[in-house]
């Protein structure tokens, strides 16, 4: 299975434990503002619940807004909706899943990257159409309604 999909399924499994339930029980837990899940040393996962807000008090959003940069947000006229990035590790810390997705292979090699960066909607016009460098750690993409960063990926000696 690829990354994508397995932090696809533990999102959409977070989000569905976290919407109107607060239980623990075999290492799973509902309380505060995240759903975790303690499986150790086979699997642990810790994912933020969602907010979600609709209606007349919320500010006029621009016609869209959405980023992924520590949360998933999207913005439209009268909603707003955030879903934070979790974090999953499976057999200790061998494979990482998340914000930050490797392997660590122990004493040898660990290989890691952070998830790329978007920003798609009417604001990212206020910083000009079109863009392309490398700086801090990545490549930085902007085209119109677009700006995307793509970081490097890390490898460095196995812990």
Request: hydrophobic share 40%; net charge positive.
């Amino acid at each position: 299975m690829k990354a994508s999909k397995v932090l696809v399924t533990l999102l959409l499994s977070g989000l569905v434990l976290s919407t109107g339930c607060s239980s623990t029980s075999k290492g799973v837990s509902t309380e505060g503002n995240s759903v975790k899940v303690d499986f150790a040393p086979l699997l642990t996962v810790d994912q933020p619940k969602p907010v979600i807000e609709a209606g007349p008090k919320v500010p006029f959003n621009p016609v869209l807004d959405a980023e992924g940069v520590e949360t998933l947000k999207v913005k439209v006229p009268y909603w707003k909706t955030e879903v934070g990035i979790g974090q999953a590790k499976l057999l200790g810390d061998s494979v990482l899943v998340g914000k930050t997705t490797g392997i660590n292979v122990k004493n040898l090699i660990h290989v890691s990257q952070d998830l790329p960066t978007f920003r798609v909607g009417t604001p990212v016009l206020n910083e000009g159409p079109f863009g392309l460098n490398v700086k801090d750690g990545g490549l930085n993409i902007k085209i119109p309604f677009v700006q995307a960063r793509i970081p490097y990926p890390k490898i460095k000696k196995g812990e």
